[in-house]
């Protein structure tokens, strides 16, 4: 899924978190560190003023189980339907999620980046399907 800049991509990954949430799923984000974590925590708060997905840091309070976590390291465990993935690897827990969403922001280097897990995830056997979203 093609996104113009990594602002856009994470703007894409609220939009289609939302709907996951409308439809009863859950969905793990990872990202690269702590400090995206606590960013996309706060996009996932002010990307939209109509609604509100919730949602928390996966490596912050347990007692809270909201269906959208963000972490940097493998999920708590749990339901694990959909993991939206905004790094630039596969991360090695990426086998216990049903779905692997990526937005591929339009540059270069993620555009290769991408290539190659799409031919890591062909090889291990998933299911793929690609939406231009410039259309």
């Known amino acids: 899924m093609p996104a113009n800049t990594v602002t856009e991509q994470w703007k894409t990954a609220c939009r289609l978190l939302a709907k996951a949430f409308e439809h009863n799923q859950d969905a793990y984000v ?16 002010t990307f939209r003023d109509i609604s509100f997905v919730p949602h928390q840091l996966a490596f912050e309070s347990a007692e809270i189980d909201a269906p959208i976590k963000i972490g940097y390291q493998a999920p708590p465990s749990g339901k694990n339907n959909i993991l939206v993935n905004l790094t630039d690897t596969i991360p090695d827990f990426s086998d216990l999620f049903d779905r692997i969403i990526e937005i591929i922001p339009q540059e270069k280097t993620a ?12 090889q291990n056997g998933r299911d793929i399907n690609t939406h231009d979203l410039r259309k």
């Open 111 to 122: 555009e290769i980046n991408a290539r190659k897990r799409y031919k890591i995830y062909q």
């Open 30 to 45: 990872h990202v690269n560190d702590a400090e995206a974590a606590h960013q996309f925590n706060d996009l996932l708060w």
